[in-house]
């Protein structure tokens, strides 16, 4: 077997060697990748900072722009674009294209929540919370909606709207313990400790940790 020539790379578990150069195909590790494994092998604890590995996402992004050039109506494409651009932090791009996609597809709730998103990132909070409002009276199953309209409604003052949605999506999906953290921030921030109390107890109750 062909390995990689670091000293680094020979102290790893030989079946660890093997998938790397015969299932992974790499013919040596990256910098950052070599200058891990002594102290992680040693037993410290790390934090590995890089960029994304091999332009991956550059060339997702070519491929979803080249799709939509060939189908300039395809809103799975247009919303995935969105997706990774949001990812990037092109918040601006991002939204143009969940605008694309919901001018398309106006009954998908995931592209109208999305779109939500990239308008409460960006500070647009009414903006946020029409859409969202729209998206959930529309679809009032699905849940992913819900709490970013509780976050938008918060913005714009709107705390008790914000409320009825959280106990709506704990309806929905009772076992979230974030949707119970929201609860309890809202009512501890607004000095109702007695409601916030349980909604505590609840998200401590469904993740421990």
Known sequence: MATPPTDSFDRLNPSLQHHIVNSLGWKSLRPLQQSAIDPILGGQDCL???PTAGGKTEAALAELRRAIELDPGCAAALNQLGAVLLELGRTDEALEQFRLAH????????????LGGALHKLERYEEAADILHDTVKAHPGYFDAYPKLADAACEIGAIDDALKVLHEAARL???DDGIQAKL???YWARGDYLDAWPAISRAIRINPE
């Open 48 to 50: 590995l900072l890089a």
């Open 103 to 114: 001018v398309l597809l106006p009954e998908s709730p995931e592209i109208a929540t999305r």
């Open 184 to 186: 309890a921030w809202i």
């Open 173 to 175: 999906r009772p076992g």
